[in-house]
């Protein structure tokens, strides 16, 4: 009869941690794409500041780090108007402005920038193209720096949202993790993260990268078989800050084998199949799974010299020389087995059990096997956006502990392993 066990409770939070790496050049680079020609013009020198000015991107911008900032080292080109009395003159200089960045991540995971202006330093002072009245060059300086702090630092802190638009980006992670991943096409291996929390590091600054990691407390499954429905998306938590530098990763899942699955996989390696012991022989027409504690029940039918169904039973357990999930001493329940010994006492002779063993616990071991090879090969470069990818290692897949459910033969997994996300570009 079919009956089942209350299961113990197996409900282990995983860890997830994602180091997430953002090029210094790349943002560098970005900026430089962005900031092109003119950034800055007033043609009109009578609107009460005497000066007509054009600013123009000059040469490169670099980046620096200092400290938790970023500075920038803008060198720009100038053309002025000067409204002297009545005359006006007109020049050209050439100027290099230095701006810092502060970066911040707000509650609502929006990335905070404040740009300000440090200094600027005249690579070229102002030359006139006519004429030999003097000019005042700080006043010159001056005007560019006051205009430059509305333009370009304001260009500045709206390509880093642009570019680095943390909130969209975890949103759209987190509400991913709520829907079914098909790993395994074969095999119909699906997984669900199941996330509850997420939490940040505080952003770590080097002189060729920033860097945070982003760390998700979660309860996954997979799923092997139809498509399961994606869970409800939990609302994006507020942002916490976490302290942990590390980068392993470890996930423990309830890896779930339907008996729907586990039947059909059974049927296409059993059914037709023609068992032999003397001159008698039986076919497999067909294979049922259920449970009776947490003891698996193998139903199988029969026809040819003996017509009917044999019940065997396993336990499954955990096999450590294999890392793998078999069906432990699987065998003719006692009321099969007492009524073969009168009716067909050759049937136990024959290899059918064995051919049942053999197929159960390849079904099992198989599966993990290839959820392993499967993590392995998306784990060595995972595209997860344009410009962005993972690349990580799993170092330890392990099983834990096998259930019999109402819904198929549960198994809980253990994955260790390490991840790391790259931004390698900001276009």
């Known amino acids: 009869m079919e009956q089942y066990d209350t299961l113990p409770s197996m409900e282990q939070v995983s860890t997830i941690r994602i180091p997430v790496r953002i090029n210094i050049r790349d943002v560098e680079r970005s900026i430089n794409e962005q900031l092109e020609g003119i950034i800055f013009e007033d043609k009109d020198p009578d609107d009460g500041d005497n000066l007509a000015l054009r600013v123009e991107k000059k040469d490169y911008i670099s980046l620096a780090v200092s400290g938790r900032d970023l500075q920038y080292h803008v060198p720009v080109s100038l053309w002025f108007r000067y409204k002297a009395g009545f005359t006006y003159l007109t020049g050209t200089a050439e100027i290099a402005i230095q701006f810092r960045t502060v970066f911040d991540i707000g509650t609502d995971w929006q990335l905070q920038t404040q740009t300000a202006i440090e200094s600027y330093e005249w690579l070229r002072k102002p030359r006139l193209q006519v004429g030999a009245i003097q000019i005042p060059i700080g006043f010159i300086g001056d005007m560019v720096v006051n205009n430059s702090r509305n333009t370009i630092t304001a260009a500045i802190d709206r390509l880093a949202k642009e570019q680095l638009n943390l909130r969209t980006q975890v949103e759209e992670a987190w509400k991913r993790m709520f829907e079914p991943e098909l790993l395994s096409p074969e ?97 497999v027409q067909d294979v049922e799974l259920y449970g009776k504690g947490n003891v698996l029940i193998v139903h199988t039918r029969l026809s040819g010299s003996f017509n009917g169904s044999v019940y065997l039973e396993g336990r499954p357990y955990y096999n450590p020389l294999r890392n793998s999930i078999d069906i432990k001493d699987l065998s003719f ?95």
């Not at 599966?367 to 993590?375: P, Q, S």
């Open 333 to 427: 329940t006692v009321d099969t087995q007492n009524f073969l010994h009168k009716t067909a006492a050759w049937l136990l002779k024959s290899n059918l059990k064995r051919a049942l063993q053999d197929n159960m616990d390849f079904l099992l071991d198989y599966n993990l096997k290839e959820l392993e090879t499967e993590l392995q090969k998306q784990l060595r470069h995972y595209p997860v956006a344009p410009g962005i990818h993972l690349e990580g290692q799993l170092s330890q897949l392990q099983i834990q502990n096998a259930y019999i459910t109402p819904e198929g033969i549960r198994v809980q997994v253990g994955l260790r392993g390490q991840v790391e996300v790259f931004v390698s570009g900001l276009n």
């Open 187 to 283: 095999y119909r291996a699906w997984l669900l993260i199941n996330p509850e929390t997420i939490a940040i590091t505080p952003l770590e600054y080097t002189p060729q990268s920033i860097a945070a990691t982003i760390l998700i407390s979660s309860r996954p499954r997979l799923h092997i078989g139809r498509a399961p429905q994606a869970l409800s998306a939990l609302p994006l938590p507020p942002r916490q800050f976490s302290d942990s530098p590390l980068k392993d990763f470890a996930i423990y899942l309830h890896a779930e084998v339907p008996y729907q699955e586990a039947e059909r996989i059974a049927r296409e390696q059993l059914n037709g199949e023609t068992f032999s012991s003397g001159s008698r022989s039986v076919t």
